[in-house]
């Protein structure tokens, strides 16, 4: 489960388990109590706690609905020790994955703001050159027309 899941499988545990438990423990004790166990819940039988067989009745029947759920969450809990490393491993190669993604996109981002700053130089070193030449052509052209003034002086 991924980390913004797990208050919500949280929740939904919590919820399925108290809803069962209310709706469910109460019946299941009461019928099994009468039904399995042999609990009496007669007008004759009013002293029903001081009965014995009642009382071991409605035991039993305690214990049965407590001790099967639990049970059934130990077989479930002890499933963990099979899947819990295999999760594990999964988790720690899904961080490995992530943290080796991470760095060949810092390694590209790299290599991208070398060649940017690579086509940037050479644009100056373009712009210089061409600046160069003007100057160069405009300082002849100067040193021209003043010695033509000169040799027509």
Aim: glycine content about 4%; charged content about 30%.
């Amino acid at each position: 489960v991924r980390p913004e899941g797990r208050s919500t499988i949280l929740a939904w545990e919590s919820a399925l388990e108290s809803t069962f438990a209310a709706i469910l423990g109460n019946a299941m004790v009461g019928f099994l109590a009468q039904n399995v166990f042999g609990y009496k819940l007669d007008e004759d039988h009013k002293e029903a706690v001081s009965d014995p067989e009642s009382r071991r009745a409605l035991g039993k029947a305690l214990t049965l609905t407590c001790f099967t759920p639990w049970m059934i969450c130990w077989c479930a809990y002890s499933l963990l020790h099979w899947s819990y490393p295999k999760d594990l491993k999964r988790v720690r190669d899904e961080k490995m994955k992530d943290k080796k993604e991470a760095r060949m996109k810092k390694q590209q981002e790299r290599e991208e703001a070398k060649r940017a700053a690579r086509e940037a130089s050479k644009a100056q070193d373009g712009a210089a050159e061409a600046l160069e030449q003007t100057v160069d052509a405009s300082v002849d052209k100067s040193i021209e027309q003043t010695a033509g003034t000169v040799i027509s002086v």
